[in-house]
């Protein structure tokens, strides 16, 4: 069985890192327009950079939860039958592999990465980011960013995305609002190619409606009883 995993700032909720839209949500106390595109970085790199300096550290001190632990131990179970699980996040943090996943597309980018905006390199980078510092491998400076897809940026590797969503026999989408393309349409993309859907959230998202199967409650107690019941194949 090819099951293909979109994963939301939900999974990591329960790790404390926050969702963007719950009622108080990273959204509800900053304005993403004013700090998730590349209009704000080019008019105030700094209130950008303070920002996601913020979202680094908060990072640094969390750890996965066991619905991350959860969906390390189905790539492996699924990888010894024969199948696979293609795990597309949307979130910017590493939980997913500090949990043990060996395959992840970070399709917004990583927090834990920096890019300059030159060359487009990439590196990881742990510390605080500002535009001033020097790119140490192509040592330009004053173009540094993180290595985020901002509102209006195209998100990474969406031929593989699509390649493997359309492989897939099975698409669930876990700890998503469903509000921001284009992952929120990758639902749809599934249903019109017949593959069974399935929502696990904590309540009903912008589109719970186009899913077959529909599992609410917190990620770290229903993705594991998900996740053993799809590799004892009872569902
Ligand atoms: C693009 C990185 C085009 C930065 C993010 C109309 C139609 C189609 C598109 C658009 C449109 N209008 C505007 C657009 C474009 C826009 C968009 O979709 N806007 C929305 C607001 C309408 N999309 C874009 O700009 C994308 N790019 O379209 O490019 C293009 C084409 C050609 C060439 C160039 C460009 C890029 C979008 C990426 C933006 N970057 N993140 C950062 O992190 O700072 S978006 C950010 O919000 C996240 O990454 C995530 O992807 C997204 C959605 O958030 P969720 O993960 O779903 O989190 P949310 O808080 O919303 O929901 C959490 C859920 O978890 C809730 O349902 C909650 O109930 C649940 N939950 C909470 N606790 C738990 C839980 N579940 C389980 N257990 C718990 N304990």
Known sequence: MNIFVLTGAGVSAE???GTFRDKDGLWSRFDPMKLATPEAFAHDPDQVHAFYNMRRQNLLSAEPNAAHRALARLEAGLAERGGSLFL????????????????VLHMHGELLKARCTACGDTMLWHEDLSVAAPFPSCRHSGGLRPHVVWFGEMPLEMDAIYDALLGANLFVAIGTSGSVYPAAGFVSEA????IRTCEINLE??????QFDERRYGEASEVVPVWVEQVLSQKI
């Not at 996040?89 to 395959?103: C, P, V, Y």
């Not at 249903?191 to 017949?194: A, E, I, Q, S, T």
């Open 191 to 194: 249903r019109g190619h017949g």
């Open 15 to 17: 790790s404390g890192l």
């Open 88 to 103: 597309c996040t949307q979130n910017i943090d590493d939980l997913h592999e500090r949990a043990g996943a060996k395959r």
């Open 204 to 209: 009903p998202s912008d589109n719970a409606r």
